[in-house]
């Protein structure tokens, strides 16, 4: 088996029985604010994009670029689609030209011409990427390759059962808006990202030890920011705290864990796999490539510069009526919304930045009232969240009757946050579900995960738990670290207070314990809240 590296999660699998091209994506994301880096848009992309099969694991725009997918991908190829809960990327894949498509069912091995096999698992909770994210599992002539790219299952042990896993592709960096955005001191913004950093290194170490394949290679990420706005976003400035640690730093943080099996793929890197081992040739040398980070950084930066500048001028609409139009769009859901309504609890503002005609600042601040289910202008009210952002972000929003805010302009990080009390998921489970389909689908699951009782009890330490994070059903007796009177689920990072079960991480979402020895009636009277 043959693997390419493409850039950012992409790869091209070779095989003798057929090729597969995963999430290619080389057009800059988010209004403009990631590009791949290092850089793979100077590829032989028509050469790339001749396979039999394609494989987009979901459809976060660093992973199904439309642009490229309609101009460099074969529509010859067959599409291997994830079984997700709504149609939108087969609607999606059609609409660039694709007519040939491979519809797995869940968990399902698949043997396709000549022996080559492949094995899609969907998340499909409304957090998982934008309405569901997906690995793909390849086999032939006994190497198997798990492409897990940004996917986050509870455990691996659906692919472990398959075999021994000789490739394992998987996430290691940020791809948040968190705590960049977020309007604190800096001294907070560093220790909350420090924080991150730390969690997100841990969980890719359990997933790397679940899986124990012969080679470990770290893809998605990170993305690189080339807008002056942004720049300071990049991991160049030796700040503990940024989220966005590269392949380079994935090795030396890999090596003091005893981690000797990773392998970079820069962009034309090609790695040979066999069952005895891996050979890997690359474009340049790696370590060479990022110690000269900056100087790569800085000549995209001027060489991408009019490409982000054609970007900002295709953003203004002023002819839209931003308060009328977000009245038609968002109030029709909001009266369908029962549990992200409830789940949010109170008023959102949205405080939209412009220039009148003599060039001064405007702010118009409007509110998306959960409670009231109306979209209103602010009448001073305190809100559970704030975000600050240019009006002609949430104007090109509306022009293109984007679904899906949370895929386009919080990824951005082109917007402030501000918020009182703790992370509440359902406000960006609302703003990435703008549609009826979406919302449909998310206050479907809520309401099965919410009517679902998890009986199962597992010791941690001084303290009997309820097994499934109450979050998103990770299993805290692999996940759950108990330090004093607090659980840690590593899986996302989220905190509980075991005396009183309260989620410190978020609203909602109590978790059921009592103290080893205690009487059972005790853990009784905190009764689980899943969702």
């Not at 955005?181 to 560093?190: D, G, M, N, R």
């Not at 409670?371 to 009210?381: C, F, T």
């Not at 549609?435 to 998310?442: F, H, N, P, T, V």
Request: proline letters at 5%; charged letters at 25%.
């Amino acid at each position: 088996m043959r693997v390419t590296g493409t850039g950012h999660a992409s790869m091209r699998i070779d095989t003798n029985a057929g090729s597969i091209l995963c999430d290619p994506w080389v057009n800059p994301a988010y209004f403009a604010s990631w590009f791949p880096f290092p850089d793979n848009s100077l590829l032989d992309w028509e050469t790339l994009g001749d396979v039999d099969y394609l494989y987009v694991s979901h459809l976060h725009r660093d992973h199904f670029d439309a642009a490229h997918l309609k101009r460099y991908v074969s529509k010859k190829a067959t599409v291997l689609l994830p079984e997700f809960p709504t149609s939108e990327m087969e609607d999606e894949f059609r609409e660039l030209g694709f007519t040939k498509f491979l519809k797995t069912r869940n968990e399902e091995v698949v043997e396709l011409d000549g022996g080559l096999k492949i094995m899609i698992q969907a998340l499909t909770s409304p957090t998982d990427g934008p309405i569901g994210d997906s690995s793909l599992w390849v086999e032939y002539d006994g190497v198997r390759l798990l492409n897990q790219n940004d996917a986050r299952p509870t455990d691996l042990s659906t692919f472990a059962e398959l075999g021994h896993v000789h490739a394992h592709m998987l996430q290691f960096s940020g791809a948040i808006w968190y705590p960049m955005v977020y309007e604190l001191p800096q001294s907070a913004k560093t220790a909350f990202g420090k924080q991150k950093r730390d969690r997100q290194f841990d969980r890719t170490w359990r997933y790397i030890d679940d899986l124990k394949a012969d080679h470990v290679f770290p893809i998605a990420g990170p993305p690189c920011f080339l807008d002056d706005e942004l720049w300071q976003f990049n991991d160049i400035f030796d700040d503990e705290g940024n989220i966005f640690p590269d392949q380079s730093v994935f090795l030396a943080e890999y090596a003091k864990v005893g981690g000797t099996n990773g392998i970079v793929l820069l962009p034309g890197s090609v790695s040979e796999i066999t069952t005895e081992g891996a050979t890997t040739t690359h474009p340049q040398p790696v370590e060479e490539f990022f110690a000269n980070k900056v100087a790569h950084l800085e000549e995209m930066r001027e060489r991408k510069r009019p490409i982000i500048e054609a970007e900002k001028a295709s953003w203004r609409h002023p002819e839209i009526d931003v308060l009328k139009e977000l009245k038609q769009r968002i109030e029709p859901l909001l009266d369908e919304s029962i549990y992200l309504a409830k789940g949010v609890g109170g008023p959102v503002r949205f405080d939209l930045v412009g220039t009148d005609s003599s060039g001064g600042e405007t702010i118009e601040s409007i509110v998306v009232d959960f409670p009231g289910k109306q979209v209103r202008p602010y009448a001073d009210e305190k809100v559970r969240y704030r975000f600050r952002t240019e009006r002609a972000l949430i104007e090109h929003l509306l022009h293109i009757g984007e679904v899906d805010w949370v895929n386009s302009l919080f990824l951005s990080c082109r917007f402030s946050a501000a918020r009182i009390g703790q992370y509440n998921e359902f406000v960006y489970a609302f703003f990435k579900c703008l549609s009826s389909e979406r919302l449909q689908y998310a206050e479907g699951w809520y309401d099965e995960h919410e009517r679902a009782v998890d009986a199962e009890d597992i010791t941690i330490g001084d303290w009997v738990v309820q097994r499934r994070c109450p979050h998103l059903k990770a299993d805290l007796s692999r996940f759950g670290i108990v330090d004093g009177d607090q659980l840690t689920c590593q899986l996302h990072g989220w905190r509980f207070d075991l005396p009183s079960g309260r989620c410190l991480t978020s609203v909602g979402h109590k978790v059921r314990a009592h103290r080893v020895g205690e009487e059972a009636e005790v853990a009784e009277a905190a009764p689980s809240s899943s969702s």
